[in-house]
């Protein structure tokens, strides 16, 4: 008789139970014998979870940058109210302009230059400065394009600024402080928390006052980035140091973010998001320390640099910018990457996407059908100076109540609920260097499938900013006591521009960010942050001939007044502009 050790016994059965598997994976099909599985595989997310080759549509053209993209096919758009019940129905058509929630987006109560087609609002341009109270040392850096949050109300300041330095190399370098606001004169016009201006402050900020550092600013560093495709013309970018382009903003549950621009693992440039608390704690005691919701503060949702993709892959490009997100609930969060092109119609190049976690996101979520918003106008357009502007995504986007704060019967609803954002049209110069960025904002719905909803008809001006292109006289043809100074000026002598009238204010204005002003009521949490009314005030931070960074302040109402209304959603994709 064979003896076999215990362990030995399970031998001849464990090479048996292999040789049947390895029988069944070679001769069998799936579908011919039933297969091992317990239980039945989990639904699916609900999105768009598409390969490239199950989508049955070709590559749109690639119209600039980032704007090469796939369209999924209608049934399977994203619409986060009929989920899978009909995944063959669509929505029917509609147009912004027909629903009486929006009709304030339409009113346009300022008359446009006859000149230069901006109109002008009361607010002004004020300056920022770096240097802090008793400084330590000179401060001789210049500092340009400043991106703003507002922080707390309990904070002992009002303001986050994030500026980046002028460097002599292609290294880019940016620092962050707290500050302040300072008001001139009496102060009936002063806001919650300003302080007057000593005149320290007016030395460095001039006449109007402005915005200050509270203390020596501090550099933000973040750890360096791979380039994994940077070729051809881009092969230098591979040893430029440092990130640049920041945006800093509050997130829907109230993590103060910074995306940034560096060197990417999936491209050559890319995006990149961290949460600012892990780069200055302060920050974390800060928002662990409300007087109305103790607590640990948010949770983290970036806590390392975390880079941000688009899908699917074959839609990415080498280099990418100029990206923004909105935040429909505290949970969700979307980056809007393109806007639609105006100069062909056949590629409409708006695209957003979900944010999955940990940078990864859907594949494009607009609107199949959804008709494109900007239309090519330098066909009609005689005056040169209007033509052979590009359209691009500047600052962040917040949210918008349609009613004021102040109105009893003000209540929120998905109908009067949009998301803002600036976007500009830039046009160069003879160099083919920026001449101006024209400011609009743009407007789209804050709910499923959230739809463009429009753009301003005409650039925005701040009451001192100029527009080049155009002579002084004719930037302040909109301006009564400008203009009487001019014909004055022209009746009794042959003086030149500006003929005894304002003159240029600066060359070109770039607008950064915009941020709900500092304790607008003085009691919301950090998770309303990025939520007003009509009559809220919104801070821009404005970035000054790429070389100084000054700073508005402007109710959220007359920053969206006087839009075009898009064209909204088609019968389909017949439908064109």
Not at 184 to 196: I, R, S
Not at 488 to 497: A, L, P, W
Not at 541 to 556: L, W
Request: charged share 20%; net charge negative.
């Amino acid at each position: 008789m064979i003896y076999l050790p215990p362990l030995r016994r399970l031998l001849l059965p464990a090479i048996i139970f292999l040789a049947i598997a390895v029988f069944y994976r070679s001769s069998f099909n799936a579908s011919s014998l039933p297969s091992f599985i317990l239980h039945s595989p989990p639904a699916p997310p609900k999105g768009i979870r598409l390969s490239v080759s199950d989508v049955q549509t070709e590559l749109f053209p690639t119209v600039n940058a980032t704007e090469s993209h796939l369209t999924p096919s209608s049934k399977f758009y994203y619409d986060l109210y009929e989920s899978s019940k009909r995944s063959n129905t669509t929505w029917e058509p509609q147009k912004p302009i027909d629903q009486p929630s929006l009709k304030i987006l339409w009113q346009c109560p300022v008359q446009a230059n006859r000149f230069t087609n901006h109109i002008r609002i009361s607010a002004i341009v004020r300056n920022i400065t770096q240097i802090p109270p008793q400084p330590l040392n000179p401060e001789t850096r210049v500092f340009w394009n400043p991106t703003i949050i507002s922080l707390p109300y309990w904070a002992e300041n009002q303001y986050l600024v994030v500026s980046r330095i002028v460097t002599a190399g292609h290294h880019q370098e940016n620092v962050m402080c707290e500050a302040n606001v300072c008001y001139v004169g009496p102060g009936e016009d002063a806001k919650l928390g300003e302080k007057p201006c000593t005149e320290d402050d007016l030395k460095l900020l001039g006449p109007a006052g402005g915005m200050r550092c509270a203390s020596t600013p501090i550099a933000l560093n973040v750890p360096p980035t791979p380039a994994e495709q940077c070729y051809g013309k881009y092969g230098t970018y591979v040893d430029v140091p440092g990130f640049h382009d920041p945006r800093v903003f509050w997130s829907g549950k109230g993590e103060p973010l910074m995306m940034v621009n560096t060197q990417s693992r999936y491209a050559c440039f890319g995006l990149w998001m961290i949460d600012l608390r892990t780069l200055h704690p302060p920050l974390q005691d800060l928002l662990a320390s409300s007087p109305t919701h103790p607590s640990l503060g948010p949770l983290k949702s970036y806590p390392t640099l975390t880079e941000l993709t688009r899908n699917p892959p074959e839609t990415r490009s080498l280099i990418e910018k100029n990206w923004l997100l909105f935040f429909p609930t505290t949970g969700e969060s979307y980056i809007h990457y393109d806007l639609s092109h105006p100069k062909n119609t056949s590629a409409r190049g708006r695209t957003f996407a979900k944010l999955l976690g940990n940078g990864f996101t859907t594949a494009n979520l607009t609107d199949p059908l959804e008709l494109p918003c900007l239309l090519d106008t330098d066909a009609t357009e005689t005056d040169e100076a209007k033509k052979g502007g590009t359209w691009h995504q500047a600052t962040n986007s917040l949210s918008l109540i349609l009613c004021e704060r102040k109105d009893p019967q003000c209540r929120p609803s998905p109908e009067n609920t949009v998301f803002f954002a600036v976007i500009h049209r830039k046009f160069p110069n003879y160099l083919d260097l920026p001449l101006r960025y024209e400011r609009h904002f743009m407007v789209w719905s804050a709910s499923p499938p959230f739809s463009m909803l429009g753009i301003s008809q005409h650039p925005i001006l701040m009451a001192n900013e100029t527009a080049s292109g155009w002579t002084e006289s004719q930037n302040w043809d909109d301006d009564p006591a400008n203009v009487a100074a001019v014909t004055r000026t022209r009746i009794h002598n042959s003086t030149t521009e500006p003929y005894g009238g304002k003159e240029y204010w600066a060359y070109f204005t770039y607008t950064v960010s915009i941020a709900y002003a500092w304790a607008r009521t003085g009691t919301e949490e950090v998770g309303e942050k990025n939520v007003g009314f009509l009559d809220d005030e919104v801070v821009l931070g404005i970035g000054i001939d790429d070389k100084g960074q000054g700073f508005a302040r402007a109710r959220a109402g007359d920053l969206v007044q006087c839009l075009k209304a898009c064209s909204g959603r088609g019968l389909g994709p017949e439908d064109t502009l």
